[in-house]
């Protein structure tokens, strides 16, 4: 099983565009093959974050999300969105690894 939680701050002046973003990416996520749990939740320290919690029964699971017309309309609005440094935390096969990066980041590795 692979488990993912991703937290992402929220420009304040486009939270509400960004629930609605997430809403929908929640939803279709949901009902991917393989995905066991998707979650999206508001911080309750910081109202402007939102984590995520995901669990996909394997990798191919997890690639497929990634892939997804739902994750990359989803990403490809991002640069939009973000106030700050996001961080995603995967554990895959036992292993855990952490990922801190901005939306510039993101910029650079697609490219």
Known sequence: MITV?????????????????????????????G?????????????T???FFEQYEDKAAWKAHTESKHYEEFTSKLPDLVDG???TINVVD???????????DLDENSS
């Open 5 to 33: 939680h991703s937290s992402i701050p929220i420009d304040p002046d486009h939270f509400d565009e960004a629930k609605e973003l997430i809403a929908t990416l929640t939803e279709r996520s949901r009902a991917e093959d």
């Open 35 to 47: 995905t066991v749990r998707y979650r999206a939740m508001i911080d309750i320290e910081d109202s």
């Open 49 to 51: 974050t939102v984590r």
């Open 85 to 87: 440094r996001m961080e």
């Open 94 to 104: 036992g292993e855990t690894h952490v990922h801190r990066f901005t939306v510039e």
